[in-house]
């Protein structure tokens, strides 16, 4: 069934967004929405793009809407804000057909509803193939403020929240084998399908920082490779930080280590290198972390801040730029 | 020359968009970007594709980096709103080189500045056409607020500030002729490739309704024939407004009349089909005319709003739904 008219398109995006919204003063359908602030917001905003960041061939509909949104998601996550809104602009090719876009939009509707945002705008075009561009915002004004990137200290202790490395495997075995490979490494899959973004975790170690020193904090897209230096600020040339990790393979997805093992690999080393993983990664003063893991059951302390200048994993140093690079290696 | 890596064009990114600004607590290159909010704000997000919205082959990069942010600061003049900032997705396919970028960001840069604007943050990726979406925001605090399409009233005036049709014939001779077109069609061709946002007029129309009924308005995008009904919140069916449109050659650009006369059109009637003009389109209670004349010299009254839920153009009946549908007619 082909897509009908703009406003036919318009009128379905309306059954799955709805419009009413307690930070909307004026909804989408004007030249634009307005909002109303309550105080400092935090935006952030990403590219979901086919063939480049999802493939039709392995995700159901429902699948791409969800981590269209997810992705910007764990970017508000990892500055402690809580989400209230977005906009969404789509590229659609010809052969996307309603039903595909249906699933689509429960998809990235049911993650909205969760998270109480509302959809306050956007686009709609041709175009060859599907294109995602998100826009977020989340209120940043809650106890403790946000979060940001830099700030960490010597001595400060690494944590992780999420897994390492299993968004690499599914992105591999869904790569190789297509949906297939769910069977095998399901959760691996769905880290890579649907990861589910850290807010309340996010939300929670914002408010841990409001009668200190904040913890530091960003989300590991790119993988820790490549990340952990962005969290210290670059290290070497910058004459910086650097970090001594301790990764035990005991502190891995069981399929990661699995994944690597079949490929003769190193499972910490994977891990490592990781990618699209959606997992937070910070530091903080070491007082707080009896407190931070009472809060945060799922959070795994991996490490400590130095005045090194460089990364070390298990005791042998990272090179940098090891991670991954979108425009290095396009898809 | 291909381009270099994505931190070496986030680097050249940072050349043309300063990251200081007074709105901004946290800049771009954390997970998200932290504002300062002093109340509400308006939102618009726009997609800008290639060979959809624009051609390289008669744009210049630094055309395509100003009309890409210039369709979307119209939005915000339509809501009578201050530029504060906006976020940048850009999908570049390969073929792509270090100048088309260096222009593209050197014009976009350019009104950026110009509109005082920080760009907050973005995302970049592969893609197999040059793909833009911008979303944008602007301050809806001043005096005045904000305005929004609806409100009309029977007997209001109706008013357009900008050109009609001028870039709809800026668009068939740039098609047909490419940039030789610029000789014969200099104003219609600049009215496709670099709009002029009316900011100011925005801001004007917003205070002239700070002590009464403010004016409604919208940005005149997809042609008078579709965008007028919206304005009026759906005519006929809705048993709702109309409008008597009086539109005498006379206010027509010359290079519109011209253009409909060589192929023996109605040139009021290609002004009304129109497309992409980025004019503003409002009415407003008669007796705040002749303050709004005063203060908006390129400011003309096109008409009255009616009871009658039809639109009529010099006399004549025009049918709903006659202008550009971006899914309807796929380019």
């Known amino acids: ?14 059954r799955h967004f709805p419009t009413g919204h307690p930070s909307l003063l004026l909804g989408r359908g004007d030249d634009c929405a307005v909002l109303r602030s309550g105080g400092p917001f935090c935006v952030s905003a990403d590219l979901f793009l086919e063939d480049v960041h999802f493939r039709r061939r392995y995700f159901t509909p429902q699948e791409a809407g969800y981590k269209a949104l997810a992705v910007n998601l764990s970017d508000l996550a990892a500055c402690g804000a809580r989400p209230t809104a977005f906009t969404l602009c789509l590229g659609l090719p010809p052969d996307v057909d309603d039903d ?25 075009a041709r175009a060859d193939k599907i294109h995602v561009s998100i826009t977020v915002w989340g209120d940043a004004s ?5 979060l940001a990137r830099g700030g960490s200290m ?3 202790s690494l944590f992780v929240i999420g897994s ?3 968004a690499r495997v599914g992105l591999a075995v869904l790569e190789a084998e297509g949906r297939a490979a769910l069977d095998a490494w399901p959760a691996a899959c769905a880290a890579h399908l649907t990861p589910a973004p850290q807010i309340d975790a996010g939300l929670t ?33 910058h004459g910086g930080l650097g970090a001594e990790i301790v990764l035990p393979e005991g502190l891995l997805h069981p399929e990661v280590v699995r994944h690597a093992r079949l490929r003769r690999l190193s499972p910490v080393g994977q891990a490592f290198l990781g990618g699209e993983d959606y997992a937070l990664l910070g530091a903080c003063a070491p007082d ?11 959070m795994n302390t991996i490490g400590t801040v130095t005045a090194t200048g460089r990364v070390c994993c298990n005791g042998e140093p990272v090179p940098e730029n090891a991670g991954f690079d979108h425009f290095a290696h396009p898809a």
Not at 207 to 228: I, Q
Not at 288 to 298: E, I, S, T, V, Y
Request: proline share 9%.
């Open 288 to 298: 707080l972390l009896p407190a931070l893991h009472a809060a945060l059951p799922g």
């Open 205 to 237: 170690l914002a408010r841990a920082g409001v009668n200190g020193r904040p913890p530091t904090l960003m989300d590991v897209s790119d993988g820790l490779a490549r990340d952990l230096p962005r969290l210290l600020g670059g290290t070497a040339e």
């Open 100 to 124: 595909w876009l249906e699933g689509f939009f429960e998809g990235m509707g049911r993650l909205a509803a969760q998270q109480r945002m509302v959809l306050a705008g956007g686009d709609l």
């Open 1 to 14: 069934m082909p897509l009908g008219s703009e406003d036919a398109l318009l009128a379905r995006l309306t």
């Open 142 to 146: 809650g106890p403790g403020g946000f």
């Open 164 to 166: 390492l490395g299993l």
């Open 154 to 156: 010597p001595g400060d």
